[in-house]
């Protein structure tokens, strides 16, 4: 069982195990070890965080445990995850290193690592990772290093360019546009890019002080930006997270268009450009059966995979996928790079409305969401659903009821000993009832 690697890397508490600033140095120390073993010599990093104020000491405990091992390490200061990826590649770095706890609040922090490939390194890695890091020497101590970030402004032009190359074509003159960028590490990075192609740009939440990052703004906190796009009378708003991996959008109306929404605007546009391999947009058990049927409307398959960007991007390169993603607005774009890039995706949604000369709420029509009820039952064990032959069937005849017009998920809570009823349909009342109908059921054999 891994205990200090999640799906998203190292997170918790900046300051606290193990984010304290010995165990980063081990964990520094420890990947350049077995990269040497596997490489056959000292490997190359480079490291980039966002604006926490955890980051510049929790990147120099790394390097300093990195160069303990022989390691070569750079900074590119503050740039975004996905920013962070590409720079490993474009670079020739054997290993990418970002410090971010993406949409957390300030007391946190992370750490997670990705190949040159811009894929996550493999779970295997992490294990030994980790077991270095249990087992280790507690007592090591690690001699003061300084972060090497002489070619940080060159890594993150290079970035810029790398990102903005295939959208040349795109023109936002007379497109007013509001960003929101969540005191993160687009601060920076996101005005400048739109700026770039011609946009009128209201920047908010775009001065971070080490602790405001996404503190009531970003991706989670959208109020800010509906109201900033209403009061400018922009044609369009647009939401990052701390680490910019994901994005949230506003239409001219203040509307919020979420991740499944942006998925039916790009799904739409591949798909009319014979784009779209295979006619199938990847997603997770959590987008509305809403996006679903508006796709299947369109000759489009919906396939979805369990929650985690992780798991979207195993199915997109196991399908040769063009597009898929979350509601939270974390899309990947497989041809363009393996991690989510909000700044990217935007770009695409930009490119999708222009073209098309729609507004962007008018690039949403025909995605109908549908009304959606959840009911939390606490179980004193969690038993297979199918292997409970009165849940099982009462799943069944509520699925058949449902009849294509609405969707149940049902699945125990990870961390707590909770079974969790998910319903969609056309009719709030009439899921309500259902949903409840089933918990009743599973109250009666779990509870």
């Not at 960003?179 to 700026?195: L, Q």
């Not at 080490?210 to 900033?228: D, F, T, V, W």
């Amino acid at each position: 069982m891994k205990q200090l690697f999640g799906t998203d890397g190292i997170r918790g508490v900046a300051g606290q195990f193990p984010l304290d600033e010995k165990t980063v140095g081990i964990l520094g120390f420890s990947l350049v070890r077995r990269m040497r073993e596997k490489l056959g010599r000292d490997p190359r990093l480079v490291t980039g965080r966002d604006t926490r104020e955890s980051g510049s000491w929790i990147e120099k405990a790394f390097h300093c445990g990195a160069k303990a091992a022989g390691g070569v390490c750079e900074s590119a200061g503050i740039i975004t995850t996905p920013g962070v990826a590409a720079v490993t590649r474009l670079f020739d770095f054997d290993a990418g290193v970002v410090i971010s706890a993406s949409h957390n609040p300030f007391e946190d922090n992370g750490i997670k690592v990705f190949a040159p490939s811009g894929k996550k390194i493999e779970e295997s890695a992490e294990r030994l990772l980790e077991t270095d890091i249990l087992e280790s020497d507690k007592t090591a101590t690690f001699d003061d290093c300084l972060v090497d970030d002489t070619r940080a402004g060159e890594f993150v032009q290079a970035y810029i360019q790398h990102l903005t190359a295939d959208f040349r074509d795109i023109s936002l003159a007379n497109f007013k546009m509001a960003i929101d960028c969540a005191n993160g590490a687009a601060s920076a990075i996101a005005p400048e890019i739109f700026r770039s192609f011609g946009a009128d740009v209201t920047a908010i939440n775009d001065k971070p002080d080490g602790r405001n990052i996404n503190k009531n703004c970003g991706s989670l906190h959208l109020e800010q930006l509906c109201a900033a796009v209403v009061a400018e009378k922009a044609d369009f708003g647009v939401a990052y997270d701390g680490d910019a991996d994901r994005a949230l959008f506003v239409d001219e109306n203040g509307t919020i268009i979420d991740g499944d929404a942006t998925l039916w605007i790009m799904g739409k546009y591949l798909h009319d450009r014979h784009q779209l391999k295979n006619d199938t947009i990847v997603a997770t058990v959590m987008s509305n059966i809403g996006l679903e049927i508006a796709l299947a409307s369109r000759g489009v398959k919906l396939l979805r995979t369990a929650v985690g960007d992780k798991y979207v991007l195993d199915e997109l390169l196991k399908t040769g996928g063009s597009i898929g993603g979350e509601q939270s607005g974390h899309l990947i774009f497989p041809q363009k790079s393996l991690v989510g890039d909000g700044i990217v995706t935007t770009l695409f949604v930009l490119k999708a409305i222009r073209e098309s000369g729609k507004t962007a709420s008018e690039s949403t029509a025909g995605f109908l969401r549908y009304p959606q009820t959840l009911v939390n039952v606490r179980v004193r064990e969690k038993q297979p659903f199918d292997s409970v032959a009165p849940i099982a069937a009462a799943s069944r005849q509520i699925e058949q009821e449902l009849d294509g017009t609405g969707r149940l998920l049902l699945r125990y809570s990870g961390t707590e000993n909770l079974a969790r009823v998910m319903i969609e349909g056309k009719d709030q009342a009439d899921i309500e009832e259902k949903a409840n109908r089933l918990a009743d059921v599973i109250t009666a054999n779990l509870g």
